[in-house]
C-alpha cells in the first residue's frame, strides 16, 4: 500500500520498508487518499521537524476523527504536556518529585507482591497497568479507591490500546475517554464545592483551580483532560516494563551483567525503548514553504516523523535489528536525534522533558526489580510481537509465576 494508511495494515515497517527500497530519509507519500503529506526519518530529518522556525507541532491531526494517532500529544507521544510540568511555583516536576513517582511504585510492587505469590501465574502487563494507575494517582493526589482500581485502570488500559487503531477498538477507547474525564471532572466539582478534601500540597489541587488567561477557574472538563494527559502517559509505560521483562526473558545473558554493572541498567532500558516498536511516528505542520533534500515543503503539509525508522536506521546504529543494550554505554548524547524516544523527544540527556525522566526512572525501576528482586518462571505461553499491530505487545502480556518470596528491594 503506497500511503501511510497502511500503517493499520502493515504496522511499523511500513515507511521503514520504503526508506529503504527508495534509499532516502524524505519522503512524499499519503497519509490517506488524496491527502498529501512528506514522512521522514534519521537523525538530520528529526533535527529539521524539532525546528520551531519550521513546523508546528500543537494540534497536528493526523487522523481524522482521533486525536490520538500519529499527533503529538497523544500516546503515540506519551509524554506529560509540557505546559503542565509547571503547574504552580510549588509543584514543578522537578527530580525531587520524580524520585517521589519512583519511590511511590517501587512500593506498589512490594504490596503485590504477597497476594502474587497466592496465584498460579500473574499477568505482568496487567499488574504493572494497575500499579502505575494507583502510583499515578497517588502522586498527583487523586483519590482512587480500592474498589474502583480495576475499572480506572482497565480504562486507561483500553484508551491506550485504542491509539493508532481504527474500528471498534479506536470507538471503545473514544468511550473510556469520556468516562475518564466525566470521573476526573466530577472529583474537580466535589473538590471546589467542598465535598472532596484532598492534600493541599496537591499537584490535582493545583490544576483544580487553574485559572485561564482572562483569570476564569478553568471548566472541569478542562481540568479533566490535563488531569488525564498527566496520568495516561504513566499507565502507558506498563509497555516499557513488559518489553524489559521480554529482553530479560531472550537475552538471559544480561541478568548477570547488569547485576555487577548497575550502570547498564539504563542502558538496557534505553535499547528496549530503541529495540521494541510503541510509538510510530510523530507529526507537524510546515509553517512556512522550504525546500528540504529535493523536495517542496508546502505551508501547511504535515509531515510525520518516523520514530521506529529512525530508531533502526541503518546508518545510525550497527546492526539495529540486533538487542545490544552496550550501544548506549559509548553513545554521544551530542547527536540525541539518531534516537527519538516513545515519548516523542529526542533523547538529549542534558536536557530532557519531564515525561522523558519518568519513563526511564520507571522503566529502570522495574528491571531491577525483576532482575534482582523477584524469583519467578516464565511459563509456556504466546510471546509472539506482532509489529502489524498498533500499539504493539506480546500475544500473553507476558504471564509468569512467582517461585519464592521476594527479596527487600536495595536502596536506589
Known amino acids: ?47 529539521l521537524f524539532y525546528d520551531d522556525r519550521k513546523f508546528s ?28 510540568l509547571h503547574l504552580a511555583p510549588a509543584h514543578t516536576i522537578d527530580a525531587a518529585a520524580i524520585d517521589r513517582l519512583e519511590q511511590i511504585f517501587v512500593q506498589q510492587w512490594h504490596e503485590c507482591q504477597e497476594q502474587w505469590q497466592t496465584r498460579s501465574n500473574i499477568v505482568l502487563f496487567n499488574e504493572v ?22 475499572l480506572r485502570s482497565g480504562q486507561f488500559s483500553v484508551l491506550i490500546d485504542a491509539d493508532g487503531a481504527v474500528g471498534p477498538r479506536y470507538f471503545r477507547g473514544r468511550t473510556c475517554r469520556k468516562k475518564l ?17 484532598v492534600s493541599g500540597g496537591s499537584v490535582f489541587q493545583s490544576v483544580a483551580f487553574r485559572k485561564d488567561a482572562m483569570g476564569n477557574v478553568l471548566d472541569p472538563f478542562t481540568v ?24 530479560l526473558h531472550e537475552n538471559p545473558n544480561y541478568s548477570h551483567k547488569l547485576k555487577t ?27 512556512d514553504p522550504f525546500e528540504y533534500d529535493g523536495i517542496k515543503f508546502d505551508k501547511g503539509v504535515v509531515v510525520m516523523l518516523d520514530i521506529y525508522a529512525t ?25 540525541a536525534f539518531n534516537f527519538i524516544s516513545h515519548s516523542g523527544n529526542s533523547t538529549d540527556f542534558n536536557h530532557q522533558y519531564a515525561g522523558e525522566q519518568i519513563t526511564t526512572k520507571l522503566t529502570t525501576a522495574a528491571l531491577q526489580f525483576l532482575n534482582e528482586n523477584m524469583q519467578y518462571t516464565v511459563p509456556e505461553q504466546d510471546l509472539t510481537v506482532d509489529i502489524n499491530r498498533l ?22
Open 391 to 412: 500499539p504493539v505487545i506480546p500475544q500473553s502480556r507476558f504471564k509468569l509465576k512467582l517461585t519464592a518470596e521476594v527479596k527487600g528491594l536495595k536502596a536506589m
Open 129 to 150: 497497568e494497575k500499579m502505575l494507575c494507583i502510583s499515578a494517582c497517588q502522586w498527583l493526589g487523586i483519590p482512587l479507591h480500592e474498589q474502583e482500581v480495576n
Open 261 to 287: 554493572n548497575p550502570a547498564m541498567y539504563s542502558h538496557f532500558a534505553h535499547e528496549v525503548r530503541r529495540y521494541y516498536p510503541f510509538s510510530p511516528m510523530l507529526a507537524a505542520k510546515v509553517l
Open 57 to 84: 507541532r500543537r494540534g497536528v491531526i493526523a487522523k481524522p476523527g482521533n486525536k490520538n494517532f500519529v499527533a503529538t500529544g497523544s500516546l503515540q507521544s506519551a509524554t506529560l504536556n509540557p505546559e503542565m
Open 181 to 197: 474525564e466525566m470521573w476526573l471532572a466530577k472529583l474537580t466539582a466535589d473538590l471546589r464545592g467542598g465535598r472532596l478534601r
Open 311 to 335: 530508531n533502526h536506521h541503518e546508518n545510525a546504529w550497527d546492526n539495529p535489528s540486533v538487542f545490544y543494550p552496550e550501544r548506549f554505554e559509548n553513545w554521544d548524547s551530542n547527536s
Open 224 to 247: 479533566a483532560a490535563e488531569l488525564l494527559s498527566l496520568i495516561k502517559p504513566i499507565v502507558a509505560v506498563a509497555r516499557h516494563v513488559v518489553f524489559s521483562a521480554l529482553a
Open 1 to 47: 500500500m503506497d500511503t501511510a494508511f497502511g500503517l493499520f495494515f502493515q504496522g511499523y515497517p511500513s515507511l521503514l520498508k520504503k526508506f529503504r527500497s527508495q534509499q532516502r530519509d524524505v519522503l512524499e507519500t499519503n497519509l490517506l487518499p488524496f491527502f498529501k503529506t512528506i514522512a521522514m526519518r534519521g537523525e538530520e530529518a528529526a533535527r
